[in-house]
């Protein structure tokens, strides 16, 4: 039976396929230690420009294996031709999958810019319909509160983001942020262009702020003066690092149902003592089990 503390918030998580058996260990401990919070689902990356696809469809498929939870697996146009990412799209679909994140994806390390494939698709929304063709996947695509980086303005990216949701996207997943203010004026900004799926907003709770500011500056995340000033001083002690950063996310979670938000995904970086934190200060409990008279 689930505690009726958890009942009102739901919670996903994303994890990135490791590069060693250490990694490998420490995914599947994270993922172990945050199933009793029932997540909605689990959202398993490609590395930049598809380089880890095959680690990804194996992780997923041991998801489906092993564990009770819902696998979401990335797809990406980036490094394929249609012909391929639709064959794996299937296969998915034949082994249990029933979620995809359909993204354009990032360019191969060393390129800056994205290329399509020859023979691939041109964009998430070309994705998007082609993947409702073959299969009722529920199909979640990317938002960007701040803007996507490679956006020659706001009302591009929402445009974007439309042709998306028109093409069959079944919810948004946005990119992380830290200013509570600006994933709210995107809200108001995809009501406005008609988008009417639901809106996840991401959340990144800062293990690393060193790391979490050099993914910052790809992804287009702003790092508020606040913010910095917070962890300043902190390199060297990790456990008041760690309460300040529960402390952050938790606030910007707790102001973020105030205004109405009812799903939080967690971008963990397959470590699971933060983002569980958090889940508990914001009233996601473990499932209880009855037991036995």
């Known amino acids: 039976m689930a505690n009726p503390a958890n009942r009102h918030i739901a919670v996903s998580f994303e994890f990135f ?3 060693d058996d250490a990694g490998e260990a420490r995914l599947w401990e994270t993922i172990n230690q945050l199933a009793p919070l029932e997540p909605e ?17 194996r992780i997923v498929r041991r998801i489906l294996k092993e564990t009770r939870q819902c696998p979401t697996a990335h797809l990406t146009c980036v490094g394929q031709s249609r012909a391929e990412v639709l064959e794996r799209a299937r296969n998915w679909w034949k082994a249990g999958v029933r979620s995809i994140l359909a993204l354009r994806g990032d360019p191969p390390k060393g390129e800056h810019t994205f290329q399509p494939h020859p023979d691939g698709f041109q964009h998430a929304a070309e994705l998007v319909g082609a993947l409702k063709e073959i299969a009722p996947f529920t199909i979640g695509v990317g938002g960007y509160p701040e803007v996507h980086p490679c956006s020659p303005s706001e009302a591009a990216d929402t445009e974007n983001l439309k042709r998306k ?23 108001d900004r995809c009501a406005r262009a008609g988008i009417r799926v639901p809106i996840i907003p991401g959340v990144m709770p800062i293990f690393n702020f060193t790391k979490v500011q050099r993914f910052s500056q790809g992804c287009g995340a702003k790092i508020p003066q606040w913010l910095a000033d917070r962890f300043d ?10 309460l300040v950063a529960a402390s ?21 970086l397959n470590r699971y003592r933060l983002t569980y934190a958090v889940c508990r200060a914001i009233g996601v409990a473990p499932a209880v089990t009855a037991k036995a008279a």
Do not use: M
Not at 165 to 187: H, M, N, S, W
């Open 17 to 19: 396929p490791p590069a």
């Open 41 to 57: 689902f689990l959202s398993v990356t490609y590395g930049a420009g598809g380089s880890t696809q095959v680690h990804t469809d």
């Open 165 to 187: 949701v028109d093409a069959g996207a079944d919810r948004i997943i946005t990119q992380y942020f830290f200013e509570t203010a600006d994933f709210l004026r995107f809200r």
């Open 233 to 242: 001083g902190l390199d060297a002690d990790p456990e008041t690092r760690a």
């Open 248 to 268: 952050v996310a938790s606030e910007q979670c707790n102001h973020l149902i105030a205004e109405g938000v009812r799903h939080f995904h967690f971008y963990t």
